[in-house]
């Protein structure tokens, strides 16, 4: 079975706390994403790569940066978290493909900061 | 400014009815557009996707359709069950957008037995 795997559940961080949320999966996929799931606002796509070492801004990528060293494992940092980032954050991965492949998810991490 | 609008109301059905969710998207020209469903607490899983060039995708209960002249997706579920409760999200990729796929708020569903 295919998987997608993020380190933690739930995550209660103090303000201006640096967070690393780390993802892994195990498709030897060549995309994977960070979005954040809010209430009302759908998800919202922060960062993706589509190679080691390459990322690409997704529609809010302020006050996050992204690292992708290997393959299989994609982290998302909030160099200082703050109250507003507080969310469902969701790493997600497909292969490269024709551009229409469908996403596979992990099950999520709920971040409060506090 | 592009916008994809599902129902924020959830969907009340009695079991064994039809359920039809609407995705509607503004100022987008999409190659394709995929349905998810998500579990309280879980992340999203793949359903179904339908291209720009597809009327209609079917897979057992479930039906798609997508009419890029409405800009407008339905979502069905035919004999509904109360195992198809969950939130059910619509999302869709821009012809010069390549993987970065951009989803609606959701709708959620509740069968009721």
């Known amino acids: 079975d295919v998987k997608v795997t993020q380190s933690s559940r739930y995550l209660v961080k103090r303000t201006g706390e640096k967070v690393f949320l780390e993802c892994v999966q195990d498709?030897?996929?060549?995309?994977m994403f960070w979005y954040r799931q809010d209430p009302g606002l759908g998800l919202r796509l922060i960062y993706f790569?589509?190679?080691?070492?390459?990322?690409e801004k997704g529609d809010i990528p302020e006050g996050y940066s992204v690292s992708r060293e290997k393959k299989e494992r994609f982290s998302l940092i909030l160099e200082s978290a703050s109250t507003n980032q507080t969310s469902m954050y969701l790493c997600?991965?497909?292969?490269?493909?024709?551009?229409?492949?469908?996403?596979?998810f992990g099950s999520g991490t709920q971040l409060s900061v506090l | 400014s592009q916008k994809i609008e599902q129902n924020s109301e959830a969907l009340n059905i009695q079991e064994g009815k039809t359920a039809t969710l609407t995705c509607n998207y503004t100022?987008?020209?999409?190659?394709?557009l995929q349905w998810y469903r998500q579990d309280p607490g879980r992340g999203p899983v793949f359903l179904l996707l339908?291209?720009?060039?597809?009327k209609e995708k079917r897979k057992e209960r479930l039906k798609v359709t997508f009419d890029t002249t409405l800009k407008q997706s339905l979502f069905h579920i035919t004999a509904s069950q109360p195992a198809d409760s969950a939130t059910y999200l619509c999302?869709?990729?821009?012809?010069?957008?390549?993987?970065?796929?951009?989803f609606g708020g959701g709708t959620r569903l509740m069968v009721k037995p």
């Open positions: 790569s589509y190679d080691v070492k390459m990322k």
């Open positions: 100022n987008y020209s999409p190659a394709y």
């Open positions: 997600a991965s497909n292969s490269g493909g024709t551009g229409s492949e469908k996403l596979f």
């Open positions: 339908i291209r720009e060039n597809e």
């Open positions: 999302a869709l990729a821009p012809n010069n957008a390549g993987n970065m796929l951009t």
């Open positions: 498709m030897d996929h060549e995309n």
